[in-house]
């Protein structure tokens, strides 16, 4: 984790530091060492939350675009079971930055457990998603609404969206670069992305400002149109 609890203040680790967990106040160690990136990790024993994924440069590069406040949160459901959130917002919103592979009934489970909740996705982890996702997009022409290009594509598409695009939640796919690929909307087998910038999703979200989806107009109009939640 990339916070500990010291004298109540949340502290980052550095070598030779102790702290508590903020999710189960157990004591923790600083982990300083040059392969993985500078973290807190529960002394003796295995994370108090199950859910809890190594961290890497690419989650704390996402944590780092929101308030330090809002990174790892604790949450306990009504029955007492215990999960940290990457990002939660006082407006109730979690964001999961996923790296490693998941079972989809993981994810379910997560989704679930969080309710309000943004997935997103390392798409830059296997080789074959990225190659994918260029190739649907040269193969579709996608429709312009205020200066955003829409693509609407089928749900078995590609991997990532068989694996994510079912899930009725927004997701962003982060093929590296300065945009996201959004998905915020479906219908039936389709399925609605377009580019959005990483800057702009992290403002709108620490704005408790809602993002851009995609919706279909009224038959007669034959279209789309974007409104905001
Ligand atoms: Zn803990």
């Known amino acids: 984790m990339r916070f500990a609890l010291s004298n109540h203040e949340r502290i980052e680790a550095t070598p030779g530091a102790l702290g508590i967990c903020p999710g189960c106040s157990a004591e923790m160690l600083a982990r300083c060492g040059t392969k993985k990136v500078w973290h807190w ?5 295995r994370h108090c939350d199950p859910w809890w994924e ?11 675009r929101f308030p330090t406040e809002w990174q790892e949160v604790p949450a306990r459901d009504t029955t007492g079971e215990l ?7 006082p407006f109730g919103l979690v964001i999961e930055f996923q790296h490693s592979a998941i079972k989809p009934d993981e994810v379910v489970k997560r989704t679930n457990f969080h309710g309000q909740i943004i997935w997103i996705i390392d798409a830059d982890r296997r080789a074959t998603d ?4 260029e190739r649907m997009l040269s193969e579709n022409r996608p429709q312009r609404f205020d200066a955003v290009d829409i ?3 089928y749900s078995e598409e590609t991997r990532l969206l068989k694996e994510w ?8 796919f982060d093929f590296g670069g300065d945009n996201l690929c959004l998905l915020t909307a479906v219908q039936g087998r389709s399925r609605y992305l377009f580019d959005f910038p990483k800057a702009e999703f992290a403002r709108l979200v620490i704005a408790g400002k809602p993002l851009p989806v995609v919706q279909f107009g009224k038959p007669a109009t034959q279209g789309y149109r974007r409104r905001r939640f």
């Open 130 to 133: 990225r190659a994918q996702y």
């Open 41 to 45: 990790a529960h002394k003796g024993q």
């Open 165 to 172: 695009g079912s899930l009725g939640r927004i997701v962003g």
């Open 83 to 89: 999960h940290i959130a990457d990002i939660k917002t």
């Open 54 to 64: 190594n961290e890497t440069e690419w989650h704390r590069g996402w944590k780092a």
């Open 151 to 153: 693509y609407t594509v």
